[in-house]
């Protein structure tokens, strides 16, 4: 079922590797022309433009973009028993894990009468995004909200698309996991003009103040994702997602049936889903597309998940040796990447690149995106060869804190004035010179 690639006996450059990948094809420059007239309508018109362009995509117009409190009480009296003691359980393991990403103020004394601090500080305000579209994503809002809340970020506003089903409210299950939380300011609306509105803020249709943010996270389709593109330095993103990946490594120790419905799970998100296996078992990989076969045709969305597995972003990579896929699983730098080979924990410590690294058999990325405690809100698209996923550190701002005595100033001031000297930039060097009252290289 999947198509193959072959670099058994060969193990090409890494810039090679990237071009031969599966990877899913996503110009967010091609519908730029088409978000920014949705950006700068937001910017001008406010909330009219928002409900505008809410009526034309989403076929709901609601009353008012803020959610009342009070139908964010009733989704939570609502909620189904199961789903909310599974909610609160991926909460408490999430806030278990984040909880310990907290850093502290750190001074370095550099010299006696000099110091150093680095201040972590957090964001003030913050947008978080819950997408709504082919499902709905309750865990991303957990995913979202609780290492903000963990960093301290002291103003949260979540943003989710009206549903005409529920009466231009987010789907229910958004707002009770909202409740859950304890966020209590919800927008409702989504894409490009959720971004916009977060960004410029506005006024709401029963007059109250809808305030900008600083900073803008979650998932979305590239409509959002060209919107945070256009909006990137008024206001800060955590990065462009794109379609969700899965990369797995296996070896012929792995099970197939778990290769294969780890496969299935993602490939459901999305027809542009990428599901990638690399081997150094040709059996196994018969024995995946086999799997793949039987459970495609009996999973909910077979359809899509059949799409995403046929897609140019999905195939088998065949491999000599655990060694040269380690090489190629790095060179794809994937979202979620599943080592199931023999050892599998120390595979897994020799890899470089990955969003989330899911260890052995009973570490499936489902866990990862409920209960595990780790964050799902991953680099997409080979972004992980240099950035991380969502953490309470994407919510903190280090500042340094410089704090010198006049001795210590004197103390360096020639070095300053040399290297201001050494830059042509002689005023930078007067700035000390003034301070301490005499030429650099003396005595006195």
């Known amino acids: 079922m999947l198509k193959r690639t072959d670099l058994r006996g060969r193990v090409p450059s890494p810039a090679q590797l990237r071009a031969l990948l599966p990877r899913a094809e996503v110009d967010v420059d091609a519908v730029l022309h088409q978000v920014r007239p949705v950006v700068d309508a937001v910017r001008e018109r406010g909330v009219d ?161 809808l305030e900008p943010v600083d900073m803008v996270t979650g998932p979305g389709n590239i409509y959002l994702t060209a919107a945070k593109r256009l909006l990137r330095g008024l206001i800060g993103i955590d990065s462009e997602a794109g379609p969700t990946e899965i990369a797995i490594l296996a070896d012929d120790t792995a099970d197939p049936a778990h290769v294969a419905a780890d496969l299935i799970s993602q490939a459901e998100h999305d027809t542009l889903a990428a599901s990638v296996l690399v081997t150094t078992s040709e059996a196994l990989a018969d024995a995946v597309d086999e799997e793949l076969r039987r459970r495609v045709a009996a999973t909910k969305h077979t359809e899509r998940v059949e799409q995403a597995l046929r897609g140019a972003q999905s195939g088998t990579v065949l491999v000599s040796t655990v060694d040269d896929g380690l090489r190629v699983v790095d060179a794809y730098a994937a979202e979620h990447l599943a080592i199931q ?104």
């Not at 009353?63 to 939570?76: F, G, I, K, Q, T």
């Not at 990955?354 to 595990?372: E, M, Q, T």
């Open 341 to 444: 080979t023999a050892n599998a924990r120390e595979v897994a410590a020799r890899v470089r690149n990955a969003g989330a690294i899911f260890v052995g058999p009973y570490s499936p990325v489902s866990l990862g995106d409920y209960c595990a405690g780790s964050n799902h809100v991953l680099p997409t698209g080979g972004f992980a060869r240099h950035s991380s996923g969502l953490s309470v550190q994407s919510f903190l701002r280090g500042i340094h804190v410089v704090d010198y005595n006049e001795q210590a100033l004197r103390d360096v001031a020639d070095k300053v004035v040399a290297l201001a000297n050494a830059e042509d930039l002689p005023a930078h060097g007067e700035a000390v010179m003034a301070r301490t009252g005499r030429l650099p290289g003396s005595d006195a």
């Open 49 to 209: 433009a928002v409900l505008d362009y809410t009526e034309r995509f989403d076929a709901v117009r609601p009353d008012r973009v803020r959610v009342p409190a009070r139908e964010m009480e009733s989704a939570l009296a609502s909620l189904d028993p199961v789903v909310r003691e599974a909610l609160e359980e991926s909460i408490a393991r999430a806030r278990a894990v984040h909880a310990d990403q907290r850093r502290e103020d750190v001074t370095t004394r550099v010299v006696d009468g000099g110091t150093v601090t680095e201040r972590w500080v957090p964001v003030s305000r913050v947008g978080l995004y819950a997408p709504g579209g082919l499902a709905v994503y309750p865990s991303s809002v957990v995913m979202n909200v609780v290492p903000a809340q963990t960093a301290g970020v002291g103003s949260l506003v979540l943003c989710s698309p009206p549903q005409a089903e529920f009466g231009g409210l987010p789907h229910p299950t958004i707002l009770a996991a909202a409740a859950l939380l304890g966020v209590d300011d919800v927008w409702a609306v989504g894409g490009a003009q959720a971004v916009a509105l977060l960004a410029y803020g506005g006024t709401d249709t029963d007059g109250t103040e």
